[in-house]
């Protein structure tokens, strides 16, 4: 069975704490995602890598880096947690090409307090 | 800019048909759909590419107007596990890294 695992399901920090969320497929993917999920608006991109080493800004970058040493590895990384940056954190990855879908990890629930 | 999801929600009783839209404001090359339930991960039901054909997949399809920049879900028959919150993905570049923008989403409730 294919599998995007994230590493925590739920997380609490400080304010101001360095946090990084791991991401990790077995499917031999190109492509991940992360996303972050809040109540009414949906998903929103935060970065994306479509190979090793390669990272691309999504819409909403601020305040997170992201790191990809191996294919099979997405990092996410905020530099300097904020209360605003409490929210569900979704990670994904995609087989290269324009007719696959996403498969998604179980999300971590991050509160910034 | 994300795309316009209607509508927001959605109650039906078992056997009700119903139809969600997803418009965007760009041109679109993809459109794909997806399925959460309450505490799970966003699971993938079908994708439409800019050309194709309407999907099916069990008794839930999807039709792509290029046109009208749009695309619909039709969930026919509906059963208890189609309840869910549904979302639409649009692409708009055919590359490589084909990153999706996500609508906000429409809650539907299936009944007894």
């Known amino acids: 069975d294919v599998k995007v695992t994230q590493s925590s399901r739920y997380l609490v920090k400080r304010t101001g704490e360095k946090v990084f969320l791991e991401c990790v497929q077995d499917?031999?993917?190109?492509?991940m995602f992360w996303y972050r999920q809040d109540p009414g608006l949906g998903l929103r991109l935060i970065y994306f890598s479509y190979d090793v080493k390669m990272k691309e800004k999504g819409d909403i970058p601020e305040g997170y880096s992201v790191s990809r040493e191996k294919k099979e590895r997405f990092s996410l990384i905020l530099e300097s947690a904020s209360t605003n940056q409490t929210s569900m954190y979704l990670c994904?990855?995609?087989?290269?090409?324009?007719?696959?879908?996403?498969?998604f990890g179980s999300g971590t629930r991050l509160t910034v307090v | 800019q994300q795309p316009v999801q209607s509508p927001q929600a959605v109650i039906l009783r078992e056997g009700e048909d119903a139809v969600i839209n997803c418009s965007s404001s760009?041109?679109?090359?993809?459109v794909h759909w997806y399925r959460q339930k309450h505490g799970e991960a966003p699971v993938f039901l079908m994708i439409l590419l800019k050309g194709g054909e309407q999907k099916g997949h069990d008794k839930i399809s999807a039709s792509f107007n290029e046109k009208k920049q749009q695309s619909s879900l039709y969930l026919t028959a509906s059963q208890l596990s189609y309840s869910g919150t549904y979302f639409c993905g649009t692409g708009h570049f055919k590359a490589a890294g084909n990153k999706l923008t996500f609508g906000g989403g429409t809650r539907v409730l299936v009944k007894p």
């Open positions: 760009k041109a679109l090359y993809s």
């Open positions: 994904a990855s995609q087989l290269m090409g324009g007719g696959n879908g996403y498969t």
């Open positions: 499917m031999d993917h190109e492509n």
